[in-house]
């Protein structure tokens, strides 16, 4: 039997420019905390080895301390761990693995897989590594694997990276994979990077040999199909589906208990951080009051990113209050952020003149009132926050 984790797209350097600076290194550190804890399941599971499917790397501008940091992780794994490039981090002529210290990375516990050749893993084991050397490419990566004078005593595993042939409409140029490439290559298990959800391919018989194990750690909103984070994938349709992780990361562990056997495939989640994205009504100020304590006791806040949509209506003594629900998802989150675009503020007339009394006071109540009318989204929402303010500043004078 073998037994081994199959991760791919871990992105180590991303740049997620919709956050703030302190943020995205918090973002960032979690990539390589993940990596910690596929390790911990590696231990855990007494695998053989570990396969990274490519685009270990956002890109080839990675610094020098981020790749040695990289190295240096994986390189305390418990099994060897197998490495192919991914049109992220293709494998080009001075590119981050013609560097140090992955330019020497053919030995020890970290390898670097540079050749389309096979290469014998343990006794009885053949992974066939189908390396990017480009962005896009027409070629099917697999198209090498031998299918002539084989062991049938061996398994046989195949580790490449691109779009898996099984649906019309996919770009030409995105290294797509035959969706026969198991059978035709006469493959036990292929271990695809590329795409970033989790998606296993069972064949006519209900066996799955194809999988992809989506991101080790996740990179937008889970349930949300707004994945503009400041990323985007070097596709000629980066807005597709595939690319879309569902807020959590993971990866896969595959067992297979002799050639030609069913593989065994099993989901293990690893990721750090979890992004969520919640949407609630508002109508009385109890809502906002149950929604801040609910908020601020989640048991799991420090490992959530979480993009929280308030909308409805509010009365202006609540409105104000919305500050404290944004200050505990600032401080308390991983990161915490406040949509409310869409909530209105409430006052009655009347209520309104009593508090404003006469005055300049009643002007301003007056002119911002006929501002949080306005359907323009970038007038009403600061006169909305002014007249809450306005009107807190008023009924604590009259206390």
């Given at each position: 039997m073998v037994s081994f984790l199959h991760t791919a797209d871990l992105h180590l350097g991303l740049r997620l420019t919709r956050f703030p600076e302190h943020i995205v290194k918090k973002l960032q550190d979690a990539r390589f905390q993940a990596i910690e804890r596929i390790?911990?399941?590696?231990?855990?599971?007494?695998?053989?080895?570990?396969?990274?499917?490519?685009?270990?790397?956002?890109?080839?501008?990675?610094?020098?301390?981020?790749?040695?940091?990289?190295?240096?992780?994986?390189?305390?794994?418990?099994?060897?761990?197998?490495?192919?490039?991914?049109?992220?981090?293709p494998l080009i002529p001075g590119g981050i693995w013609?560097?140090?210290?992955?330019?020497?990375?053919?030995?020890?516990?970290?390898?670097?897989?540079?050749?389309?050749?096979?290469?014998?893993?343990?006794?009885?084991?053949?992974?066939?590594?189908?390396?990017?050397?480009?962005?896009?490419?027409?070629?099917?990566?697999?198209?090498?694997?031998?299918?002539?004078?084989?062991?049938?005593?061996?398994?046989?595993?195949?580790?490449a990276h691109g779009s898996y042939n099984c649906r019309p409409g996919l770009p030409e140029n995105d290294h797509l994979i035959s969706e026969n490439a198991p059978q035709s290559r006469k493959l036990d298990y292929l271990a695809l990077g590329h795409w970033h959800s989790r998606q296993v391919f069972p064949d006519q018989a209900g066996v799955?040999?194809?999988?992809?194990?989506?991101?080790?750690?996740?990179?937008?909103?889970?349930?949300?199909?707004?994945?503009?984070?400041?990323?985007?994938?070097?596709?000629?349709?980066?807005?597709?589906?595939?690319?879309?992780?569902?807020?959590?990361?993971?990866?896969?562990?595959v067992t297979i208990d002799s050639p030609g056997a069913p593989p065994h495939v099993e989901?293990?989640?690893?990721?750090?951080?979890?992004?969520?994205?919640?949407?609630?009504?508002?109508?009385?100020?109890?809502?906002?009051?149950?929604?801040?304590?609910?908020?601020?006791?989640?048991?799991?806040?420090?490992q959530r990113v979480l993009r929280l949509k308030v909308t409805g209506r509010l009365p202006a003594g609540a409105f104000a209050r919305l500050q404290e629900l944004r200050d505990v998802l600032e401080a308390r989150y991983a990161y915490g952020e406040l949509i409310d675009e869409d909530l209105q503020l409430t006052a009655?007339?009347?209520?309104?003149?009593?508090?404003?009394?006469?005055?300049?006071?009643?002007?301003?109540?007056?002119?911002?009132?006929?501002?949080?009318?306005?359907?323009?989204?970038?007038?009403?929402?600061?006169?909305?926050?002014?007249l809450a303010a306005l009107y807190q500043i008023a009924t604590e004078g009259q206390a």
């Open positions: 390790l911990h399941t590696a231990t855990q599971r007494h695998v053989d080895f570990l396969l990274i499917a490519g685009d270990l790397f956002d890109d080839h501008s990675i610094d020098a301390r981020l790749a040695r940091r990289a190295f240096e992780i994986l390189a305390s794994s418990p099994a060897p761990v197998f490495v192919i490039s991914g049109n992220h981090d013609d560097r140090e210290p992955w330019i020497t990375a053919d030995s020890g516990q970290v390898r670097f897989l540079r050749d389309r050749k096979p290469y014998e893993v343990q006794s009885g084991v053949v992974l066939y590594p189908c390396p990017v050397m480009c962005k896009t490419s027409r070629e099917d990566p697999t198209a090498w694997i031998p299918t002539e004078e084989i062991d049938a005593d061996c398994v046989r595993i195949g580790i799955t040999r194809v999988a992809y194990p989506g991101v080790h750690e996740p990179m937008r909103y889970q349930t949300s199909e707004d994945i503009r984070t400041g990323w985007t994938p070097y596709s000629d349709d980066p807005q597709r589906q595939e690319f879309r992780d569902d807020g959590r990361g993971e990866i896969l562990h989901a293990v989640e690893v990721g750090r951080l979890r992004w969520e994205q919640h949407l609630r009504e508002l109508q009385v100020e109890e809502d906002l009051s149950h929604l801040i304590a609910e908020v601020a006791a989640d048991p799991a806040r420090e009655e007339e009347s209520e309104l003149r009593d508090i404003a009394g006469a005055g300049v006071t009643a002007r301003v109540f007056s002119r911002l009132r006929e501002e949080t009318r306005d359907a323009r989204r970038e007038v009403r929402k600061p006169a909305e926050a002014a």
